[in-house]
């Protein structure tokens, strides 16, 4: 699904959480969401998932009523199960207590396609959705006895199981391990699918997303692929640290190497 | 647009699927199908309707029970013994069948409350919505008014929930843990306001007969009070079970479910107000029936699992037969006097919850 945010803005208690962002993030690859704490990463995820109603611009998604690949249509303007059908959101990962089988969290992935009558229109989907997530064996487990990283790839497989043709993660390898969290991108990576993942770890956005968009303060602070986005100077800039960027000897891409809190004394601005 | 589910090659999806299988006979818990569980349902509660209209003070036999109900509903002539059939048709059908859609519709209402607040301890009491039926009740029961009863029962209920949900939204968004805090407060309110109009204005009889009305008692119950708390049961059984995607989808809470494609405020306003509109209706004929809501949905979704498409009509039944059988205790244990049935609840409800929260210790409750 093609996606572009077209000067999105929204306002919280006031203040522009998330103000006039541009950016059109590459159709079927991943794009890591940058910045600091309360840069405006979560709003900006629920808006271009349509949860949200921007206050100043839209975010556009191909219509998926239309067999126009060019239409376009804002996503907070889809019907709700329409919506539900092509855009999944994945929430930063909430350890509730919640008493369901594993096959049960991702069979609510299956809601939007419901009938009337509560049966699926795709009653082999469940079993695919945790096939594709590597989920199978966890699917008698109870939700409580699972590890994080096991929520987080049963959370991936509920995600799949709506079909998406846009996934959006919010810092989806928080609390994982690091194998878990290479794997864990690796695996969206290779959806092909449009994907915007919010990602608190620098490297791991460098490794694995094909362009990043730093937020700061709510706004665009640079956009494109890591290497010419993750430089010293904007890392200064929007996390106020100071860093080399290196490049890693087998992969080519960037390394950013942490060196301290910068000099100067300036700090992000949120 | 390549797409998530063919992302995988086919290889991978068939090694899976015999892997599943296995899984599922080796360690699934024991789901029986909802057609046997209905089914079942079903049947031990005609039985449980048959029997328990048998008992009482009079003996009856099932037949003559039987006899006598095909006679009045034209299906065979009229061949029970005059007094035999007024004890049935007028006295303990009307109040058996009152207990059964009474307990069907609190058992649905607890669960509905449970999932719309993510919490397990919310039943219709916790929201206020018993309490501000019951300030309705007694009011118009203290001015002499009893015709009114329903529908002040009625709006008491819908008052207390916009209380609290508005007490609940008061300086911040309308979370679980908050709905239920404002709960309590609206019905420490609403039971102090109850408590001030019993003490101002009622006497001897009025207030003996309150009392038992406040801790539940179907000793009142006609045929007028099956038709309001069936057709509730009814009516709002249909719409929730209609919703019960929506339902399941609220498990992780609200973005969760927006993001599944439930308009998630539309939906919890909606079905309160349901749930209100039901509890209005049950405290109307049956009073403040206590645990029925709160235990029943637990108890029931360790067989039947959490989706609601399954667990509300079982719990449903099983709220009628419970509540059915509580009254029948309620009403012959201490011959001739009756017990409130809410005391026999609470004697049923507080031990089987015991037993829940051992059960759910480290898992669904810690």
């Not at chain 2, 007490?167 to 709905?179: H, I, K, V, W």
């Not at chain 2, 509109?277 to 235990?295: D, E, K, Q």
């Amino acid at each position: 699904m093609e996606l572009s945010i077209a000067g999105v803005g929204t306002r919280l208690g006031g203040r522009w959480v998330v103000d006039g962002v541009d950016a059109t993030p590459p159709t079927g690859a991943l794009t890591g969401l940058l910045g600091p704490n309360g840069a405006g990463k979560t709003t900006l995820l629920r808006l271009v998932a349509g949860l949200l109603e921007p206050q100043a611009g839209a975010v556009l998604v191909s219509d998926p009523g239309s067999h126009d690949p060019a239409a376009a249509v804002p996503v907070h303007a889809l019907p709700r199960r329409v919506r539900a059908r092509h855009v999944a959101l994945l929430e930063q990962s909430s350890d509730a207590a919640v008493p369901l089988s594993v096959r049960e969290v991702v069979a609510l992935g299956r809601i939007p396609y419901r009938t009337l009558w509560g049966t699926d229109t795709d009653p082999g989907a469940v079993e695919r959705a945790l096939a594709a997530a590597s989920a199978t064996h966890l699917a008698d487990r109870a939700w409580s006895t699972l590890s994080g990283g096991e929520r987080q790839r049963v959370h991936i497989a509920r995600a799949l199981a709506q079909e998406p043709s846009l996934l959006l993660l919010d810092e989806p390898t928080n609390h994982l391990d690091v194998a878990a969290q290479l794997s864990m991108l690796a695996f969206v990576r290779d959806l092909r699918v449009t994907s915007v993942a919010a990602l608190h770890d620098l490297n791991l956005a460098a490794a694995f997303c094909e362009h990043v968009l730093v937020l700061s303060a709510g706004r665009l602070a640079a956009a494109g692929p890591p290497a010419e986005v993750l430089t010293p100077a904007l890392l200064r800039q929007v996390y106020g640290v100071d860093a080399d960027v290196l490049t890693h000897p087998r992969t080519g891409r960037p390394v950013i190497a942490l060196t301290g809190r910068s000099s100067d004394g300036s700090g992000p601005a949120g | 647009m390549p797409h998530p589910s063919a992302g995988p090659t086919g290889s991978v999806r068939r090694d899976a699927a015999p892997a599943v299988v296995g899984g599922a006979g080796a360690r699934a818990p024991l789901r029986p199908p909802l057609a046997v569980l209905v089914g079942t349902g079903l049947a031990v509660l005609v039985v449980t309707l048959l029997v328990a209209v048998t008992i009482g003070p009079a003996d009856l036999a099932v037949g003559e029970v039987v006899r006598s109900v095909l006679a009045h509903v034209g299906l065979r002539e009229a061949d029970v013994p005059r007094l035999h059939d007024a004890i049935v048709w007028d006295l303990r059908l009307p109040r058996v069948l009152t207990a059964a859609a009474v307990g069907a519709g609190l058992a649905v209402a607890g669960a509905v409350m449970q999932s719309l607040t993510r919490n397990p301890l919310a039943d219709p009491y916790l929201l206020g919505l018993s309490s501000g039926a019951s300030l309705g009740a007694v009011a118009v029961l203290v001015l002499g008014v009893g015709l009114l009863l329903p529908v002040a029962a009625f709006a008491g209920a819908l008052l207390a929930l916009v209380a609290t949900l508005a007490l609940a939204r008061t300086g911040g968004t309308l979370t679980p843990t908050r709905a239920v805090l404002a709960g309590l407060a609206v019905s420490q309110l609403a039971a102090a306001a109850t408590s001030f109009v019993i003490f101002w204005t009622a006497t001897g009889d009025s207030y003996r007969e309150i009392l038992s009305w406040l801790m539940g008692s179907l000793a009142g119950a006609t045929w007028s009070s099956v038709t309001i708390a069936a057709g509730a049961l009814v009516v709002v059984g249909t719409v929730v079970l209609l919703a019960a995607g929506r339902l399941d989808a609220f498990a992780f809470g609200d973005t969760a479910a927006a993001a599944l494609g439930v308009d998630v405020d539309r939906t919890r306003w909606a079905m309160m107000t349901l749930v209100a509109l039901l509890t209005g209706a049950m405290v109307a004929v049956s009073g403040a029936i206590g645990f029925v809501g709160l235990v029943l949905p637990h108890a029931v979704s360790v067989v039947t699992g959490p989706a609601h498409r399954r667990l509300l009509p079982v719990a449903g039944l099983a709220g009628a037969v419970l509540l059915v059988w509580a009254d029948t205790l309620a009403r012959t244990v201490f011959d001739p006097r009756e017990l409130p049935v809410g005391i026999v609840t609470a004697l049923i409800g507080v031990p089987v919850f015991a037993v829940l929260l051992r059960r759910g210790r480290g898992g669904t409750w810690s």
